[in-house]
């Protein structure tokens, strides 16, 4: 007689959330107060898990718990899991559906994405919607380590597990303050240079790009202040403290508005990709799909 294979499934949604909260937290105590069970809970799902894996998915660093190979290879299949799971709960609890999760540089995150996000929750009024506003490094962070659905960046960065889609068009512009000398002239590379900077801090795309843009062309560039928000530069350029260079998106209102002005130079024009960002190993759910489909709609 031959013997019936035991095909339950032994692993469970609590021991994979477990996993990822932990691979996330570094500890079973982080990942333990992030989804509100106990330490001892968290630190049994976890075991157990391994236990019916038949290999461990952390290294034991002092009281850290550092994700491995192992752990790796899982974490992309627990996030697709867990992210399925929300959705088939959504489909009959529309007021308590998972979230999506989303993380931008500044310049999207702040021109771009909220009107995006207005004309999709007129069509999908349950969902909710969180937006994560980093730099891009921590944009690309956020991805790998599965705490955000999709990413928005300027430029064209990589990441081994990142796919990078080219998105829109963007342009980076120089302003002043209306009374600024040079408001109002045709701006040489050596007048640029003898003026003095306000810029974003480094690490920036905005900084990035303008750094692309100007250091080729300027002999020097006398930098009075770096902050690290569109609206400080601007703010702080209006106050006439120095030149900005920002993306066309960050000043148009106050170009409009009369509390900056563009200055017109001799530098070739500045074009920058604006890009949304995906992890290669996750699919995504449904209302991510989604939104994604409305972003390369829009």
């Known amino acids: 007689m031959n013997q019936k294979i035991d095909q339950r499934l032994r692993l469970t949604l609590r021991q994979l959330e477990v996993f990822a909260a932990v691979a996330r937290g570094g500890t079973t105590r982080a990942a333990a107060d992030e989804i509100s069970r ?22 034991r660093v002092g009281k850290k718990l550092v ?21 088939t709960e959504m489909l009959f609890t529309a007021e308590h559906a998972a979230p999506l999760r989303l993380a931008s540089s500044y310049t999207v995150g702040e021109y771009l994405l909220p ?23 921590d944009v690309f962070e956020r991805l790998v380590s599965f705490r955000a659905d999709m990413g928005f960046i300027e430029g064209t960065h990589s990441h081994p ?9 963007d342009e980076i512009v120089v302003v002043a303050a209306p009374d600024h000398p040079l408001a ?27 750094d692309r843009w100007l250091i080729p062309h300027l002999t020097q560039m006398v930098v009075e202040l ?20 920002l993306s066309r998106l960050a000043v148009q209102e106050a170009i409009a508005e009369g509390w900056l002005v563009e200055l017109h130079t001799t530098l070739p024009v500045m074009q920058r990709t604006l890009s949304i960002v995906l992890h290669r190993a996750k699919k995504l759910g449904e209302t991510a799909d989604g939104f994604l489909r409305h972003c390369m709609r829009s």
Not at 46 to 52: I, K, P, T, Y
Not at 161 to 169: A, Q
Not at 231 to 245: D, P, Q, S, T, Y
Request: proline content about 2%; aromatic content about 4%; overall charge neutral.
């Open 38 to 59: 106990s330490q001892s809970a968290a630190s049994n799902a976890l075991g157990e898990l391994e236990s019916v894996l038949g290999v461990q998915l952390f290294d």
């Open 226 to 245: 770096e902050l690290g928000s569109n609206e400080a530069v601007k703010r702080v350029v209006a106050a006439g403290l120095g030149l900005g260079c």
């Open 184 to 210: 109002g002239r045709r701006v040489s590379a050596r007048q640029l240079a003898q003026a003095t900077w306000v810029l974003r801090e480094p690490g920036s795309g905005t900084r990035e790009a303008s």
């Open 67 to 87: 994700i491995n190979e192992n752990g790796r290879a899982l974490l992309p299949r627990a996030a697709t899991v867990l992210d399925q799971a929300a959705d």
């Open 161 to 169: 597990e990142l796919t990078v889609r080219k998105w829109r068009s």
């Open 115 to 137: 009107e995006l996000i207005a004309r999709w929750k007129s069509d999908h009024p349950h969902c909710r919607v969180l937006v994560d506003i980093a730099n891009t490094h």
